[in-house]
Every structure is written in structure tokens, then in C-alpha cells.
């Protein structure tokens, strides 16, 4: 007791010594020179400008350098559309799937506690540790002919690789990791406190998860599938080693493009290339959108809560 008493005292007297710095005093402690950020600012935007504007620009000039006719003919290609078309598909299959099972996962770790959860947390992240080519030859080594399910696919004429059905699953498995890991976080960080109220109130699974779970968790949402739809668009290395590289059957556009490169036809290999670049930017633009949005919708309810 002597001793609490003792340290109590020695605080006391130091007490005159620790004085709380001034306003100005921590706005200094806390804020570089002028020069050192005009200088970070500066080396971020040589960066930028370096590695992402001047290709981007280069992009789309080599794809009109001979002209529009060029740049046109490239594009309305049979080749080009069916490459456009395949990759729409792929896109549009494989998004929907993993919005699917970004929502349904997503709920079911957020909310819930169950034998395996941290297995499928695993999982859901194995698509960003294992290369999408080593996810093709798995394809390969499942559905290929000489896989384990060749023959039967053979005798059934059932064909998975080199083919539609492939490209998609490849497509699903490197993009499935996008909308949930987007959704996890914030429905961890928001509790189960709206779940439960609703719950006692006598509101069923589904009314809960569409009219409680799903609003407060809709930018996220929105924006996973953003990014999702990016990464299925500009796959290459697992879709590669599925496709076969058919030309007009198999081939997406980043395929494409490879091949048109590969065969020295570097304007129309470039105007090809400028279109997905064009929907990247286009993608870049809706994610500023929905990041603009939300933080709009968090300002304002934070405003409304104090």
C-alpha cells in the first residue's frame, strides 16, 4: 500500500514537468516540410505518369497510327468480335456466379460460427496465392483427355476444355475471391446487432438478408462486382492454357490480341487492345463513382447519428 502511495506522490510531483504541448507544437510534430511533400507528390506522379499514363497513351496512339480505317477494320474483325463476344460471356456467367457466392459466403462468416470457417477463409483466398496458369493445367489434369475425367467426357461427348465451358470455369475460379473478400470486412465490422433486431421481430432469413444485410452492405457489394467483372475481362494466363487458342471459337480478347501480335499485325493487335483498355477505364470510372457514393453515404450517416 506504501508503495502505491509512494508512486502516487512521485506522479504528483512530476506533474509540473509534463506539460501538454500547444496546438501549434503538434501540427508541427506531425507534419512534414513543404519540401518533402512537394516531393512525394512529385515522385508519385513521375511514377504514374511512367508506368501508367504514357503506356496507356501509347496504347491508343500505335492503334490509330494508320488511320481509322485500320483501327476499324481491326475491330469489326470476325475474329475480334467473336473474341468481344467470348469474353461478354465469360464475364457474364462468371460474375453472377460469384456474386452468388460472395453474398452466401460473405453471410455466412460474418454472421455466423461454424466448424470450418477459417478452412473457407482459406479457400476463398487460394485463387490470389496459386498462379492462374497453374489453375488452368488443374483444369487440364481434371477435364483434359487425358485427365481423370477425360475418357467418361469423351464417351459422352461432353467437351470442357478447349471450349466455352472451360474458359468460364478458369474465368470463375481466379475471380471468385473479389466480391467476398470486399463484403467480409465490412459485414464483420457492422456486428449482428440490425440481424438479431430483425430476427426478434419476427422478420424470416430472406427478409433479412434483402432488406437488412444487403442495403447496408450495397456499395461494397457494388463494388466487388466492379472488380470482379475487371479481372474476368483482362484474364490471360489461366484462360490461355484452357482455351487451345482456336481462332473465332475459343479465343478472348486478351487472347486475341497475343495472336494478332505474335503474326506482326501490330495495328490491329494495338486497336484491339485500345478497346480493352477502353473498358478498363470505363471500369475505373464506375469504381470512382461507387467510392464517391459510399463515402457520400457515410458522411451522411455519421452526420445523422451525432
Not at 456466379?97 to 461454424?114: H, P, S
Amino acid at each position: 500500500m506504501s508503495a502505491v502511495i509512494d508512486n502516487k506522490l512521485a506522479v504528483a510531483d512530476a506533474g509540473p514537468l509534463v506539460r501538454p504541448l500547444a496546438p501549434a507544437r503538434i501540427a508541427d510534430a506531425v507534419s512534414e516540410p513543404a519540401w518533402v511533400r512537394r516531393t512525394l507528390i512529385g515522385a508519385a506522379l513521375a511514377f504514374l505518369t511512367l508506368f501508367l499514363f504514357v503506356p496507356l497513351v501509347a496504347v491508343f496512339v500505335q492503334a490509330l497510327a494508320k488511320g481509322l480505317d485500320v483501327y476499324w477494320a481491326a475491330l469489326v474483325d470476325s475474329d475480334a468480335v467473336s473474341a468481344l463476344k467470348l469474353t461478354l460471356v465469360a464475364a457474364g456467367v462468371s460474375v453472377p456466379l460469384n456474386l452468388v457466392f460472395g453474398v452466401a459466403a460473405a453471410w455466412a462468416i460474418a454472421k455466423f460460427d461454424f466448424r470450418g470457417k477459417n478452412l473457407l477463409l482459406t479457400l476463398i483466398d487460394l485463387p490470389f496465392s496459386v498462379s492462374p496458369v497453374i489453375a488452368g493445367l488443374i483444369y487440364m489434369l481434371i477435364f483434359g483427355l487425358q485427365g481423370w475425367c477425360g475418357e467418361w467426357l469423351r464417351d459422352h461427348d461432353v467437351k470442357i476444355v478447349f471450349a466455352v465451358p472451360g474458359i468460364v470455369l478458369a474465368t470463375v475460379f481466379v475471380t471468385f475471391p473479389f466480391i467476398a473478400r470486399e463484403l467480409i470486412p465490412l459485414m464483420q465490422a457492422q456486428g449482428q446487432e440490425q440481424e438479431e433486431a430483425a430476427r426478434v421481430l419476427g422478420a424470416s432469413g430472406w427478409q433479412i438478408l434483402w432488406r437488412v444485410t444487403l442495403p447496408n452492405v450495397k456499395w461494397a457489394l457494388l463494388y466487388g462486382v466492379i472488380l470482379c467483372n475487371a479481372r474476368a475481362m483482362g484474364e490471360f494466363g489461366a484462360v490461355s492454357v484452357v482455351s487451345g487458342h482456336i481462332r473465332g471459337q475459343t479465343n478472348t480478347l486478351p487472347l486475341h490480341i497475343e495472336i494478332l501480335y505474335n503474326d506482326y499485325q501490330f495495328a490491329a493487335a494495338f486497336a484491339v487492345a485500345s478497346l480493352l483498355a477502353a473498358l478498363a477505364l470505363v471500369t475505373l470510372v464506375l469504381k470512382y463513382i461507387v467510392e464517391r457514393r459510399a463515402k457520400s453515404s457515410h458522411d451522411a450517416e455519421s452526420r445523422h447519428e451525432h
